[in-house]
């Protein structure tokens, strides 16, 4: 296990006495009963990150610009209005 840190929380008195009540019960502490709590609570949580079944995905390709080089040269799409007409280092097509 992790090194622990004391932390001091603010409890409500009902949530201390049942907490004591179920360390008689089950044998355990209320510190261990607090930490499988948290413990379950965080695994709970979803990942920030994307999922593999996030809308995104779905909207991905869905959409058909109709230009061949447009992830070669989406700069110049998007910035540059006069692109075509002056010529361009590294620009495919």
């Not at 992790?2 to 949530?15: A, F, G, I, K, N």
């Not at 610009?65 to 209005?81: E, I, P, T």
Request: hydrophobic share 35%; proline share 3%.
């Amino acid at each position: 296990m992790s090194e622990m840190v004391r932390t001091q929380v603010d409890l409500p008195y009902e949530m201390v006495e049942s907490l004591k009540q179920q360390s008689k019960v089950k044998g355990i502490t209320m510190s261990q009963q607090i930490l499988e709590a948290l413990r379950a609570y965080l695994e709970s949580q979803e990942d920030p990150i994307l999922r593999a079944d996030d809308v995104i995905f779905r909207i991905a390709g869905e959409m058909d610009s109709g230009v061949g080089d447009l992830s070669a040269n989406h700069d110049c799409y998007l910035y540059r209005k006069d692109w075509q007409e002056q010529p361009q280092e590294g620009v495919v097509g």
